[in-house]
């Protein structure tokens, strides 16, 4: 392997790394009060029309921009 190339390799991969580290996973669990799971619940990115609703479970899991907050209706 050349220098070039692992300049080229190395440039390569902190550059997705550095795409990658822009968004989270969030995920978890919407319950009511005595700890049940609440189905169909709404989670949205905020000021966005992106997100998911929670399957039966009460879980949800969205990929959020680290700036971003989620609003749960």
């Known amino acids: 392997m050349t220098i ?5 390799s190395l440039f ?3 550059i997705v790394c550095d795409l990658k580290a822009q968004t989270i996973t969030l995920s978890g ?3 009511d009060i005595k ?3 609440i189905e169909d ?4 990115i905020s000021e966005s029309n992106k997100g998911t609703t929670t ?9 959020v921009p680290r700036d971003q907050k ?3 209706y």
């Open 41 to 44: 619940v709404s989670v949205t």
């Open 55 to 63: 399957n039966k479970e009460g879980e949800y899991q969205l990929i």
């Open 4 to 8: 070039n190339r692992f300049l080229f």
């Open 29 to 31: 669990v919407v319950e």
């Open 12 to 14: 390569f991969f902190l």
């Open 35 to 37: 700890g049940n799971p």
């Open 70 to 72: 989620i609003s749960i």
